[in-house]
């Protein structure tokens, strides 16, 4: 099997989390206005669809996307299946679900994924508490991914994402995993390489390893 999208398509009426710039793209040059090619202006947030979060994001004076380790976002993945939790994953959901030891680029399917069906933003995700992310930490994680545009609970972000980018784990946001069985993958991940912003769009490949289907 071949590399599998697993990005949310950028498109007019995209859910962005709230507060954050909408999506807009026109176009500059029109053929059918007599330029001699097509060139789009888009206009968007760095937290668009999928996306990685850099330090910078919620530690003022920390690295910002450039920096991003490109061996983090390029390698062996696991997809862990959470999809049976319903709140907030604790330290302890941790400890329970099936992560294979030496693991550390981990993508979480969770019950998020279905609301890439709905056509707005909703604010009924679920995320990761800050013992949660210290648990990861611990672990030795280098990238934790989510299927929703937060990596931390709605209407409480900091505590998570300062654990996690202040231990240099590589949070991707905003990966559509309804179609992604759990197991072995290779990723790619890459950020658009943006000079000193807090975070940049991605488009995000997952391939069977190890003879997974």
């Given at each position: 099997?071949?590399?599998?999208?697993?990005?949310?398509?950028?498109?007019?009426?995209?859910?962005?989390?709230?507060?954050?710039?909408?999506?807009?793209?026109?176009?500059?040059a029109?053929?059918?206005?007599?330029?001699?090619?097509?060139?789009?202006?888009?206009?968007?947030?760095?937290?668009?669809?999928?996306?990685?979060?850099?330090?910078?994001?919620?530690?003022?004076?920390?690295?910002?996307?450039?920096?991003?380790?490109?061996?983090?976002?390029?390698?062996?993945?696991?997809?862990?299946?959470?999809?049976?939790?319903?709140?907030?994953?604790?330290?302890?959901?941790?400890?329970?679900?099936?992560?294979?030891?030496?693991?550390?680029?981990?993508?979480?399917?969770?019950?998020?994924?279905?609301?890439?069906?709905?056509?707005?933003?909703?604010?009924d995700?679920?995320?990761?508490?800050?013992?949660?992310?210290?648990?990861?930490?611990?672990?030795?994680?280098?990238?934790?991914?989510?299927?929703?545009?937060?990596?931390?609970?709605?209407?409480?972000?900091?505590?998570?994402h300062?654990?996690?980018?202040?231990?240099?784990?590589?949070?991707?946001?905003?990966?559509?995993?309804?179609?992604?069985?759990?197991?072995?993958?290779?990723?790619?991940?890459?950020?658009?390489?943006?000079?000193?912003?807090?975070?940049?769009?991605?488009?995000?490949?997952?391939?069977?390893?190890?003879?997974?289907?």
């Amino acid at each position: 099997m071949g590399w599998l999208d697993i990005s949310v398509p950028v498109q007019d009426g995209i859910a962005t989390f709230p507060g954050d710039p909408t999506y807009r793209r026109e176009l500059h040059a029109s053929m059918a206005d007599g330029a001699i090619c097509n060139v789009s202006r888009v206009d968007l947030g760095a937290h668009t669809g999928t996306h990685v979060d850099a330090p910078r994001h919620f530690i003022d004076g920390a690295a910002t996307i450039e920096d991003t380790p490109l061996d983090a976002v390029i390698g062996p993945a696991w997809v862990v299946d959470a999809r049976h939790l319903a709140a907030t994953i604790t330290a302890a959901d941790v400890g329970r679900l099936a992560i294979p030891d030496g693991e550390t680029r981990l993508l979480f399917r969770t019950p998020n994924s279905e609301l890439w069906s709905l056509p707005h933003f909703s604010p009924d995700f679920i995320g990761f508490g800050e013992d949660a992310a210290e648990a990861l930490v611990a672990r030795g994680v280098r990238l934790v991914a989510i299927d929703y545009l937060s990596i931390a609970p709605y209407g409480d972000p900091i505590a998570t994402h300062q654990a996690f980018l202040g231990a240099g784990v590589v949070v991707l946001e905003g990966v559509d995993l309804r179609r992604i069985e759990p197991g072995p993958y290779e990723l790619l991940a890459a950020p658009v390489r943006w000079v000193g912003a807090d975070g940049a769009p991605v488009r995000a490949l997952l391939r069977p390893r190890d003879g997974a289907a």
